[in-house]
């Protein structure tokens, strides 16, 4: 019976296309629109449960691929949820007249937060008219005039009481500039000294006594004149607090009554008017130019800014619940800021200088955030799981909690919380945030994972078809017609790795379409056909391949050395792949190995040198146990091999050249020459079965452009794993070779087949005696490793030989 494996594999079999028969329509135009991303149901149904349920911890981690529409769906969906959702309230910051460092914080029904702004505003400049009018009138002036005279005439007629008295006793009662002070007189004239000295001693000492007397009284009407000035200042600020309570009270009154249903802002406007009535004389106009000291003095004290209403969050937009998205999610972003302004070389703020951050704006709606770029920015988790926690909203400043700055500072009032928050990030950040942060699971209980790969089938089609027709209205790109839309799904396949899937990297496809909609204007054409989109995938490939031409062009001029005609024993050509992201391409390596007697080792140099990683490390164990299971059973295992990446001098890793690994030894120890025009790719186990791999498109691909550029003999070919077949997807070169016979691909399942096909002989039998086991591969192996476990038994051993060597020393000494 002949070896199945020794059949190539068809040119159906080498690419699965999708056939655009299958299509009803001619071009996209005729498709309608499809509301979302095809395949991603169980993301979608997580989606709608984290932005349905109104509990806490309720939040939503998205994960998945980059690329592969995270974003646009959440936000799809949230969006679609939001439209429906009641507007949240306002938020506004207002002064605190009694404790102004801590802004009070009130909520107002949506729009209503700008309205009382304008109305505060509307306010102010009402006051600054009518409270200067008020003081400029007559009834003021009458009033003021009416209290100045009273006392006026209080403080003359106290005076000249004391001045007809002391007349009466021969003392005169004199101002000067120095103040009041007493003389003696005589006949209406002030005495001097000398004719004051003139008088009796008795008389002189009667004018004295009542000069001092006089002065005791003098004293005290200061000090009643001093009281009676401090009771005009009284009545004068009474009277300015009702003449401002005029001016106030009544547009006070009215917005009292306008904001009725909300207490806070009742309360608010009662501080207002009290701090008003009591600060009256910052509305009240002057004539006089201020000097320039006086201008700055102002700016540095902006009285009025402290009726301003800080409208820190407007939901006055139409209905719906707010979705934000924060792109750069600092902590000062996150949670808001006090800013500073500088005056006379100070750092000052106030509330007006309160700014919202995120969470103030998506409060009581969503909020989408890139969890890697929340996770790299200083303090910023901490500081959302803390208002989460929590459930408010707490502005905090890092320079003033760790004492780097020390300015004139703020402590608002925190806000209180509600929202759902919507991670956006890699698996592998969900799964280190679930083991290492006790509070993320609290907080992100549920998880939308979306899938990196999705079904491909006639209905799939169809939908992925409806999807592509939909982002290329969306994005103003020429339909497609269905042969272009039949190779989009061809390439969205081949980026899969899988012709039963497409990949979930619709960014990739759509980066495809805008490219090819680029090249189908620029030729006139009036749809996207499949040309365009070939020659779109053709141009990538040219721009991405410098690495792959220079790799290429060593290996022609004979710098690494591959040989692709021939045979050679202990030699195979092996493929490895260069990942560049987007882009991976293969070339094809030498790899060899070495046998001889020995103590059952298989020596991996890559590793021995530290260039090998640990999975390429596991591959070289399996097929040395393989080895010694298979052919030395009972017997020792008196082997020593090496193995061998040529021309390799980086990093090693995978265990996908181990099927070559184990075929160069096999080829060694049988001594039978491998055929140098194919090459192998596919892993084993411990029981010789071959094992698919990654990358195969770029694996066959890249041993057939060497094989295309020395000239295809019709003897090339590559070894594949039978595994691997249902994600062939080659180019069409390839099949076009491969229709000529001139390059072909094989599907192996087990060593034997492999090896049958590189070396032509059968693999026959690890029992195989005599004339049977020349004839096939496995019983040469078995027979060569017989031969070395006899050698071996002949030979002394290491301990044997130190003591014969010991008692013939002992011998030569007697």
Same mark, same amino acid.
Request: glycine residues 10%; proline residues 5%.
């Given at each position: 019976m002949s070896n199945p494996a020794s059949r190539p594999l068809t040119v159906e079999e080498l690419a699965h296309r999708c056939d655009p028969r299958q299509f009803s329509f001619a071009t996209s135009d005729e498709l309608e629109d499809i509301g979302t991303i095809p395949g991603?149901?169980?993301?979608?149904?997580?989606?709608?449960?984290?932005?349905?349920?109104?509990?806490?911890?309720?939040?939503?981690?998205?994960?998945?691929?980059?690329?592969?529409?995270?974003?646009?769906?959440?936000?799809?969906?949230?969006?679609?949820?939001?439209?429906?959702?009641?507007?949240?309230?306002?938020?506004?910051?207002?002064? %605190?007249?009694?404790?102004?460092?801590?802004?009070? @914080?009130?909520?107002?029904?949506?729009?209503?937060?700008?309205?009382?702004?304008?109305?505060?505003?509307?306010?102010?400049?009402?006051?600054?008219?009518?409270?200067?009018?008020?003081?400029?009138?007559?009834?003021?002036?009458?009033?003021?005039?009416?209290?100045?005279?009273?006392?006026?005439?209080?403080?003359?007629? @106290?005076?000249?009481?004391?001045?007809?008295?002391?007349?009466?006793?021969?003392?005169?009662?004199?101002?000067?500039?120095?103040?009041?002070?007493?003389?003696p007189v005589k006949d209406g004239e002030v005495m001097g000294a000398e004719e004051f000295a003139k008088l009796p001693d008795a008389e002189q000492q009667r004018v004295k006594g009542a000069i001092e007397t006089l002065q005791s009284r003098l004293e005290r009407l200061i000090r009643d004149t001093m009281r009676w000035r401090k009771e005009r200042l009284e009545r004068i600020r009474e009277l300015n607090r009702e003449m401002t309570l005029f001016a106030v009270g009544h547009l006070v009154d009215e917005l009292k009554q306008r904001y009725a249903e909300w207490p806070r802002v009742v309360e608010y406007l009662d501080a207002v008017r009290h701090d008003v009535i009591e600060n009256a004389d910052d509305f009240r106009k002057t004539d006089e130019e201020p000097s320039p000291m006086a201008?700055?003095?102002?700016?540095?004290?902006?009285?009025?800014?402290?009726?301003?209403?800080?409208?820190?969050?407007?939901?006055?937009?139409?209905?719906?619940?707010?979705?934000?998205?924060?792109?750069?999610?600092?902590?000062? %972003?996150?949670?808001g800021r006090i800013d500073h302004i500088s005056r006379l070389g100070t750092l000052v703020t106030d509330f007006g200088l309160?700014?919202?951050?995120?969470?103030?704006?998506?409060?009581?709606?969503?909020?989408?955030?890139?969890?890697?770029?929340?996770?790299?920015?200083?303090?910023a988790w901490e500081g959302l799981k803390r208002a989460l926690l929590r459930h408010q909203i707490r502005i905090e400043s890092l320079g003033e909690a760790y004492g780097l700055v020390s300015t004139l500072s703020l402590e608002p009032e925190p806000i209180p919380l509600k929202m759902k928050v919507i991670l956006v990030g890699e698996r592998m950040l969900f799964y280190l945030l679930q083991a290492y942060d006790p509070d993320f699971s609290k907080l992100f209980r549920v998880?939308?994972?979306?899938?990196?790969?999705?079904?491909?089938?006639?209905?799939? %089609?169809?939908?992925?078809?409806?999807?592509?027709?939909?982002?290329?209205?969306?994005?103003?790109?020429?339909?497609?017609?269905?042969?272009?839309?039949?190779?989009?799904?061809?390439?969205?396949?081949?980026?899969?790795?899988?012709?039963?899937?497409?990949?979930?990297?619709?960014?990739?496809?759509?980066?495809?379409l805008h490219e090819a909609d680029h090249r189908a204007r620029h030729a006139g054409s009036a749809a996207i056909g499949a040309d365009a989109i070939q020659g779109a995938i053709d141009a990538q490939r040219h721009r991405a391949g410098r690495l792959r031409a220079d790799v290429q062009e060593a290996i022609l001029r004979g710098k690494v050395l591959i040989d692709t005609a021939g045979t050679a024993v202990g030699q195979v050509n092996g493929l490895s792949v260069f990942d560049l992201g987007d882009f991976a391409f293969a070339e094809p390596v030498r790899i060899t190995a070495t046998t001889h007697l020995g103590e059952g080792q298989v020596i991996d140099i890559q590793r021995e040198v530290e260039l090998g990683g640990a999975i390429h490390s596991k591959g070289v164990m399996i097929l040395s146990a393989f080895l010694a299971a298979r052919f030395s059973g009972n017997l020792p295992h008196s082997l020593t091999a090496s193995l061998v990446f040529e021309q390799t001098y980086g990093h090693v890793d995978g265990d996908s050249a181990s099927l070559a690994e184990l075929c160069a030894l096999l080829s060694s120890l049988a001594d039978a020459p491998i055929r140098q025009s194919y090459a192998v790719t596919g892993s084993i186990n411990q029981l010789g079965e071959v094992q698919p791999i990654g990358a195969v498109n770029e694996k066959i691909e890249?041993?057939?452009?060497?094989?295309?550029?020395?000239?295809?003999?019709?003897?090339?070919?590559?070894?594949?794993?039978?595994?691997?077949?249902?994600?062939?997807?080659?180019?069409?070169?390839?099949?076009?070779?491969?229709?000529?016979?001139?390059?072909?691909?094989?599907?192996?399942?087990?060593?034997?087949?492999?090896?049958?096909?590189?070396?032509?002989?059968?693999?026959?039998?690890?029992?195989?005696?005599?004339?049977?086991?020349?004839?096939?591969?496995?019983?040469?192996?078995?027979?060569?490793?017989?031969?070395?476990?006899?050698l071996r038994r002949e030979q002394p051993r290491p301990g044997q030989v130190k003591r014969i060597a010991q008692a013939r020393a002992k011998r030569n000494a007697h």
């Open positions: 991603q149901e169980r993301a979608t149904d997580a989606i709608e449960l984290a932005a349905g349920i109104d509990r806490d911890g309720y939040n939503l981690f998205v994960m998945g691929p980059a690329g592969c529409g995270r974003h646009t769906l959440a936000r799809q969906r949230i969006e679609a949820r939001a439209k429906s959702a009641a507007r949240p309230s306002d938020w506004v910051y207002v002064n %605190n007249f009694v404790q102004p460092h801590r802004p009070i @914080a009130i909520e107002l029904p949506p729009g209503r937060g700008t309205g009382l702004g304008k109305d505060m505003a509307r306010l102010v400049e009402e006051l600054r008219s009518n409270i200067p009018a008020v003081f400029e009138g007559d009834e003021y002036r009458s009033k003021v005039d009416s209290i100045d005279a009273e006392f006026k005439e209080r403080h003359e007629k @106290a005076f000249s009481g004391l001045g007809d008295e002391s007349m009466a006793q021969g003392v005169a009662l004199l101002r000067t500039p120095a103040g009041f002070s007493f003389a201008r700055l003095m102002q700016q540095e004290e902006p009285s009025l800014r402290r009726y301003q209403v800080n409208v820190l969050v407007d939901n006055g937009a139409p209905d719906g619940s707010p979705v934000v998205y924060v792109d750069h999610p600092t902590l000062q %972003n996150l949670v309160i700014k919202s951050g995120a969470l103030h704006r998506a409060n009581g709606g969503y909020l989408l955030v890139d969890a890697i770029r929340l996770l790299t920015q200083p303090f998880a939308a994972d979306f899938e990196e790969h999705l079904e491909r089938t006639p209905e799939s %089609n169809l939908l992925f078809a409806r999807f592509i027709a939909t982002r290329a209205r969306g994005d103003g790109l020429l339909p497609l017609e269905r042969d272009a839309v039949a190779r989009v799904l061809d390439f969205g396949s081949r980026a899969a790795g899988d012709t039963r899937k497409i990949t979930a990297n619709v960014e990739r496809m759509l980066v495809l890249g041993f057939f452009d060497i094989c295309k550029a020395r000239g295809l003999s019709g003897g090339h070919g590559v070894l594949i794993p039978a595994a691997n077949v249902d994600q062939l997807m080659l180019r069409d070169e390839v099949l076009a070779a491969a229709a000529e016979g001139t390059f072909r691909v094989f599907a192996v399942r087990t060593v034997d087949d492999a090896i049958e096909l590189l070396t032509g002989m059968p693999a026959g039998l690890p029992q195989d005696e005599g004339v049977s086991a020349q004839l096939t591969l496995n019983g040469r192996v078995a027979a060569r490793l017989r031969d070395l476990a006899a």
